[in-house]
């Protein structure tokens, strides 16, 4: 039995799979994501401790563990000290507190150079700006600190002792993906050279026996080998059965996340999108990590007195194209981070009067989401299979619109289980046991009565982003 730990940024949950790689058993608990101020995002790190060793006690009991395998959340900053314990509260990825030095970076050039080098984009709730801005603010922090990294790092370390990260974390902002290591010069180009020492070391599938502490904490023998998968983008592409290039990967979450594997590293064009390295030497996953997502839709659903149990019949009261209602989904308060960078990016809908239904901004807020999908699957460069997972694909009729808008077949995956899935294929690699074949799932084949409508929503939708970022640009 092998488990794949899954942390997440407000659930944490452990699959244990069967050899064969049927689920046998799941445990999750959730976890709090606190606003301690406008634009800012922080995470209990002792909280993510205890949740993560309750699901492991969970399934402890269901039998002979071989080996557990954590993916989780990437990017913001997680700071530790020497032994592992918390310097601070965690700095999420959703945060926006260093909008102000992405802008700075933006009109000096230090945003285009890393991107020229590495092939992802720096957000705010990136590691490298997060850093700056801590360096500015708390600098006490980071000089308690030994390691700042993300959040299956500390969670490996605190079950093994093991001060390490791999290379599909370390990808953003300092990660040479030629090299697979750290380059110096872009830790310098971000004035965070000081702080150098804080990177935990690179390694491919990092693994280390479970502590006797850790043993006696979460039931688990002594000795179980604990490796760190890629974080939970790159392992739901590996779970999803993502292995041939130009196939790609579509979370459907609180935020989309959009995935294509790719076996060059792309530097053109205008910046944009994230290069992360996968569990295969020669391959990376070109990103577009959108901020958009079901957040957006669950809001536009209770401001309009809606819950999720009305969205089929929503979506199916307000015809294609819903009756002239656009929106533009952009309702994170960091504003967008792919397919472009934009933290004053926000929400906006057109088209309303007074003969507008609920239904009709439902579904333009459904329909924007998807367009926002082709727009970083198109970047990312999709050419063959598409995978759906999150829990937006458990909608049948929103699952439609996305293979409508996309305008092609869609292997949608049932249940939340997919980068779990990818941990636990990380922990049997690392212990010289076979993958399991790609999970099957319900394909979705897109409408061609549809077709048309969307074509020319979706280049509404471009014309739409293109004038509203001119627009964000000079607001202060």
């Known amino acids: 039995m092998i488990i794949g730990l899954d942390l997440g940024t407000t659930l944490i949950k452990a699959v244990a799979f069967a050899d064969d790689g049927t689920p046998l058993a799941r445990a999750a608990q959730r976890t709090r994501l606190d606003r301690p101020g406008p634009g800012r995002y922080e995470q209990d790190v002792t909280e993510v401790f205890a949740a993560a060793e309750s699901v492991l006690s969970e399934l402890a009991v269901r039998g002979s563990v071989d080996a557990v395998g954590i993916t989780g959340q990437g990017d913001g900053v997680w700071l530790a000290s020497a032994d592992g314990e918390p310097v601070r509260p965690a700095v999420s990825w959703l945060d926006a507190r260093a909008t102000d030095i ?20 720096l957000f705010p709730g990136a590691a490298a700006p997060i850093l700056a801005a ?54 310098e180009l971000c004035g965070l050279t000081p702080y150098r020492r804080l990177l935990a070391p690179v390694t491919r599938l990092p693994t280390a026996p479970l502590s006797t502490v850790a043993g006696a904490r979460t039931g688990l023998p002594a000795g179980t080998p604990v490796v760190a998968a890629p974080y939970d983008l790159p392992a739901c592409a590996w779970g999803g059965g993502v292995t ?34 996968t569990w295969t030497e020669g391959r990376w996953l070109r ?3 959108a901020m958009v997502g079901a957040a957006a839709l669950d809001w536009v659903l209770a401001t309009t007195g809606s819950t999720v149990d009305d969205l089929p019949g929503l979506l199916e009261s307000s015809p294609t194209g819903a009756n002239g209602v656009t929106v533009l989904p952009f309702f994170a308060e960091a504003g967008e981070r792919a397919p472009f960078v934009e933290p004053r990016a926000r929400a906006r809908v057109d088209g309303l009067h007074v003969g507008t239904g609920r239904a009709d901004l439902v579904r333009a807020a459904a329909e924007a989401i998807a367009y926002a999908a082709r727009h970083c699957l198109t970047a990312a460069g999709l050419t063959g299979e598409l995978v759906v997972c999150g829990g937006g694909a458990s909608s049948r009729p929103w699952l ?61 939708y471009l014309r739409a982003v293109e004038h509203a970022r001119e627009w964000w640009r000079t607001q202060p």
Do not use: N
Not at 105 to 112: C, I, N, P, R, S
């Open 102 to 121: 992405l802008d700075r970076w933006q009109a000096d050039g230090t945003l285009e150079a890393l991107f020229r080098r590495t092939g992802s984009l």
């Open 400 to 460: 439609q619109i996305f293979a409508d808008v996309l305008d092609r077949p869609l292997r949608a995956l049932a249940g939340d289980e997919v980068g779990a899935r990818g941990a636990a294929l990380a922990a049997r690699q690392a212990i010289g046991l076979p993958g399991w074949a790609a999970p099957s799932g319900v394909v979705v084949e897109p409408s061609s009565a549809s077709a048309a409508v969307y074509a020319d929503g979706y280049a509404r």
């Open 134 to 187: 801590l360096a500015r603010e708390e600098p006490a922090a980071l000089d308690a600190a030994t390691t700042a990294g993300y959040c299956k790092d500390l969670v490996l370390q605190r079950l093994t002792g093991l001060r390490a990260t791999d290379p599909s974390d370390a990808s953003v902002p300092f990660l040479d993906p030629h090299t697979g290591d750290y380059a110096d010069d872009l830790v």
């Open 244 to 277: 041939q290039v130009g196939d790609g990967l579509l979370i459907i979450g609180t935020t989309l996340a959009c995935q294509v594997l790719t076996d060059t590293v792309d530097t053109a064009g205008e910046p944009c999108g994230l290069t992360l390295a």
């Open 287 to 289: 990103a577009m990590p």
